[in-house]
């Protein structure tokens, strides 16, 4: 009964570190997944054409706060008859440009087909996440696969998913800019430093009388 018992035990223990795919490298099978929302906002190109107060423009304003547009989203527009623009893309240039953000070139594929006189405002918002992080699918011992643990990598690609200014960097990169300015490399360093050597009291100190005063 014991030997019984003993080989069932092995067996399932070995059934039980058999689990989870296996990974004999150093290569982390835990990657970052980029995800993609494009919100749509059709506006009137006659409203628009009134300026960045016109009740059209406020509308627009009012949608982009209800949808918290921030920094790292990309904002487009899509003209269907880009031969008769007018004022309407640089009234939404204005609109946007309150937030910070300036509107891109190229614009997403969407659903739909626009009729004249309607130009349509499109926010895309990427989010990058790694999905089933921790991951232990695998348990950590018995290893008898010579492979590393499920949950390797989760943590630091969970950090480099959250610390990413623009996620979709993650999946084309950026190009390198030719004659970048070097000032603005160092910008940051500049400013911290600066602000540093004001926190530690940098400078010279203040002086006073000493002789004169107390008991």
Do not use: H
Not at 173 to 191: L, N
């Amino acid at each position: 009964m014991r030997r019984i018992l003993t080989a069932a035990l092995m067996v399932s223990g070995l059934a039980l570190a058999a689990c989870g795919p296996v990974n004999r490298g150093v290569d982390s099978v835990n990657q970052p997944v980029v995800q993609r929302t494009d919100y749509l906002f059709d506006a009137s190109k006659m409203g628009l054409s009134d300026g960045p107060t016109s009740a059209e423009a406020n509308r627009l304003d009012a949608w982009l706060s209800a949808i918290n547009v921030a920094y790292g989203d990309r904002v487009s527009v899509d003209d269907p008859s880009p031969y008769d623009r007018g004022d309407a893309r640089e009234v939404i240039a204005a609109v946007v440009g309150r937030r910070g953000l300036l509107l891109s070139e190229a614009s997403p594929v969407t659903s739909g087909e626009l009729p004249a006189g309607i130009v349509r405002v499109i926010v895309s918002r990427s989010t990058a996440s790694v999905p089933n992080c921790p991951n232990w699918d695998r348990p950590s011992a018995p290893e008898l696969a010579n492979s590393t643990m499920s949950n390797y990598g989760c943590s630091v690609a969970s950090n480099f998913a959250a610390m990413v200014a623009n996620p979709e960097d993650l999946i084309e990169g950026r190009a390198s800019m030719e004659g970048a300015d070097p000032r603005t490399a160092t910008k940051a360093i500049s400013q911290y430093r600066a602000q540093t050597n004001a926190q530690a009291g940098s400078g010279q100190l203040p002086t006073g009388n000493t002789r004169t005063g107390g008991n």
